[in-house]
């Protein structure tokens, strides 16, 4: 690490004890309760911070926190909660771990293949040891990165991650802090990069105690879409993002994790001189800048600024989840069109765009977002943009959680799943698609009875925007998230990967992932050098330069016209390799051929659609 980080609230563990910290507004007294030791009341070391050290204590040892005359809580920061977000904290030693991972240096942007995955029903058994044993697979598949859904300690048994309570503690139902240590640990021996989504736009509703030691975390001026807003702007705002600020740096320095995914940035409200993203960016980049660090945003505004530069005036962002391929690739091939999805007409001009720039809108107005959407991505790294066909968002905020493999032929998926990992931008898959999993992922929760069927009506209620859900009787069908049923048919059937259907999409998946590797991970891409344009209303052509000279070329046709011809690819003479055509079945093959007069490539396919990647090692002239 460059500099020395010293978190400003928590646990501080050396040899002789403890310094325990903790920001309390408004607070008279603060005790501290150690099991089977009096109570010691904490000094008043600046306005609104009360610290005590407690000689002797150690790891493993069990406490609370008292504020005046309430009840004992849970410390705010936290390192485990090992009965659950409402019971004693425990003592952690971030320091005692046996790392081997001293020379990693992470991955770098271009190199980005990323695995989106939740814990909870990755494996049959949801731990972080059990995920640990399925890395080398990922490996095997080309992944570089592994992106965590959130892990902070949430209420209940079963959660998505985003309710999340106690910040800094990993969720005691994963397993022991050291168990996700070892997870990352392993995950570096194997040259994989480790990405936590973070969660900083709102609280869970149910156990978050800093809530009640900081009152000021929630802003007097802003809501949020799940309820008060956070406070980064107004009076006492300057706790709330150290606290924000020491929680990033907390996962990447204590866990040596690669960097974040930033939940809802477009949330963040904050008119703060520097934007509280700004700030992380600044203090990840003085205390962890040895290494590649991933900053990756989640925001729906196509805003350029939060990829510029610190020194350009920008938020410092590496990435940003770039859902406009999502969304064009959808409405193509299985319609939709409802609630945002109206702004889109699944256009192969549309997807090209996406394909091409990251981005469909660019300032074009949007009537899901009643005004203009978006800026120009000119000067946005072409990897910045982080572009799937499935993540939990997508496939999880659907009613019965179906995934797009589940709605289309295993054609056309195969087709979008070349063009999605021969595309320029970063590839995010979800879990379990590499080999169209038959899993869906459902929304669920393990609440209080009260809060959960508060929850269960909610879920309900977000779908009456839909046509399909129109009738009272349709929502009821929806699955309930409190149900135990829910979550476990959400976990992932890893049997399921020999029988041949799914066997076969995941050998073309691995097939599609090597030439990725053998041609566009060696350097960052040129945007001026990328060419992706529509082949007709069902067809997409994308050309860009190959790692290893000349030109990658990758033709997807949606529709299965039995022969297409595209013009002006190449010439006699030229040499032409196949790297990968996807195949519906084994027997099916696609057939090449160059028309000599006007230096067409002729594509037989049959009647499926299908997508094929070229190889031209010759470079045209103008190039």
Do not use: K
């Amino acid at each position: 690490m460059r500099g020395r980080w010293t978190p400003a609230f928590g646990p501080r563990l050396d040899e002789s004890g403890v310094r325990l910290r903790v920001c309390a507004p408004g607070a008279t007294t603060v005790r501290v309760h150690f099991d089977g030791v009096p109570s010691v009341e904490m000094a008043r070391v600046a306005p609104d911070v009360f610290e005590t050290r407690m000689v002797g204590a150690r790891p493993g040892d069990r406490y609370r926190l008292q504020r005046d005359d309430n009840e004992p809580w849970p410390d705010p920061c936290s390192r485990w909660q090992p009965d659950g977000v409402h019971g004693p904290s425990m003592l952690i030693d971030p320091d005692a771990f046996a790392w081997t991972d001293a020379n990693w240096r992470g991955v770098a942007r271009h190199r980005l293949v990323i695995y989106e995955l939740h814990v909870g029903t990755f494996t049959p058994e949801g731990t972080f040891a059990a995920a640990a044993e399925r890395l080398a697979d990922l490996v095997d598949l080309g992944i570089t990165a592994v992106e965590l859904m959130p892990v902070a300690a949430f209420p209940g048994a079963r959660n998505w991650g985003y309710d999340g309570a106690a910040l800094f503690a990993p969720s005691e139902r994963y397993g022991h802090p050291d168990d996700l240590r070892t997870l990352i640990d392993r995950a570096h021996a194997l040259g994989l990069a480790v990405l936590l989504d973070v969660v900083y736009n709102h609280l869970g509703p149910d156990g978050a105690y800093v809530a009640a030691w900081m009152p000021t975390i929630f802003s007097d001026r802003r809501a949020s879409p799940w309820g008060r807003g956070i406070n980064l702007d107004g009076p006492g705002c300057a706790h709330v993002r150290r606290l924000i600020c020491d929680n990033a740096l907390h996962w990447l320095i204590e866990y040596h994790l690669d960097g974040l995914r930033i939940d809802a940035t477009h949330a963040l409200a904050d008119d703060s001189p520097e934007h509280i993203l700004a700030q992380m960016a600044r203090e990840l980049a003085a205390h962890v800048g040895h290494r590649h660090v991933h900053l990756i945003a989640e925001d729906d505004r196509n805003l350029d600024t939060l990829l510029h530069p610190l020194e350009q005036g920008g938020y410092g962002m590496t990435g940003v989840w770039a859902d406009d391929f999502h969304h064009a690739v959808r409405r193509h091939l299985a319609g939709d069109h409802e609630a945002w999805f109206a702004d889109f007409r699944g256009s192969t001009d549309e997807i090209a765009a996406a394909a091409r720039d990251g981005w469909v809108f660019t300032g074009q107005h949007a009537s899901h977002y009643d005004g203009p959407r978006g800026t120009s991505p000119a000067g946005v790294p072409v990897e910045a943009s982080v572009i799937c066909l499935q993540n939990h968002d997508q496939v999880g905020n659907r009613a019965h959680g179906d995934r797009l493999h589940h709605q289309v032929g295993e054609a056309a998926w195969l087709a979008a799943t070349t063009l999605l990992l021969m595309a320029p931008e970063t590839p995010l898959l979800f879990m379990g698609q590499e080999w169209a999993a038959s899993s869906p992922f459902l929304f669920f929760t393990d609440h209080e009875a009260r809060l959960g069927e508060l929850v269960v009506e909610g879920r309900r209620r977000e779908f009456v925007r839909f046509s399909t859900f129109n009738d009272p009787e349709a929502r009821q069908r929806i699955p309930s998230p409190q149900a135990e049923w829910t979550w476990r048919s959400s976990v992932l059937d890893w049997e399921e990967r020999t029988e041949p259907r799914h066997a076969h999409v995941l050998a073309e998946t691995r097939a599609l992932l090597a030439v990725r590797r053998a041609h566009l991970s060696a350097q960052p891409r040129e945007r001026s050098r990328i060419r992706c344009e529509p082949a007709g209303p069902h067809g997409v052509w994308l050309e860009q330069p190959s790692d290893r000279g000349g030109r990658l070329l990758t033709f997807i046709d949606f529709s299965g016209t039995a022969v297409r011809t595209i013009a002006g690819v190449t010439r006699p003479g030229m040499p032409l390799q196949v790297l990968h055509a996807t195949t519906p079945r084994p027997d099916r093959r696609v057939v090449l051929g160059v028309h000599a007069a006007d230096t067409s490539l002729v594509i037989e396919a049959g009647r499926e659609p299908f997508g094929i990647v070229l190889h031209l090692p010759e470079a045209r002239d103008e190039d």
